[in-house]
């Protein structure tokens, strides 16, 4: 029994996280559309200006690559980070634990 609100409790807590990502999505998205309108420009038009090494100093295409480097880094760790409810639910089944003990690490 305790077990089964422990693993309700992770659930809440993945579905609140999940809920709050889609939610930052969508902030993302709509200050994206913003900054187009503002600017003029579709967002594969200035994708396709900051790729080219030519429109930059070489002071600030390193500059770039080391922010985008960093931005990927960022990037990976927040996806690590997102609990899997399949892996979660894989592990416990794997542990054969009976219904009256509390698995512990």
Not at 55 to 75: A, G, P, Q
């Amino acid at each position: 029994m305790l077990v089964k609100k422990n693993q309700e409790a992770i659930n809440q807590e993945i579905d609140k996280r999940i809920k709050e990502l889609e939610i930052q999505n969508e902030t993302l998205n709509k200050e994206m559309e913003e900054f187009e309108r503002s600017l003029g420009i579709q967002f594969d038009q200035l994708a396709s200006y900051a790729k080219d090494k030519e429109n930059f100093t070489s002071e600030e295409w390193v500059f770039m690559e080391e922010y985008e480097k960093s931005l990927e880094r960022k990037i990976s760790c927040a996806l690590e980070n997102v609990i899997d409810k399949r892996k979660v639910e894989k592990a416990r089944e794997s542990l054969n634990i009976g219904q009256h003990w509390i698995p512990m690490r």
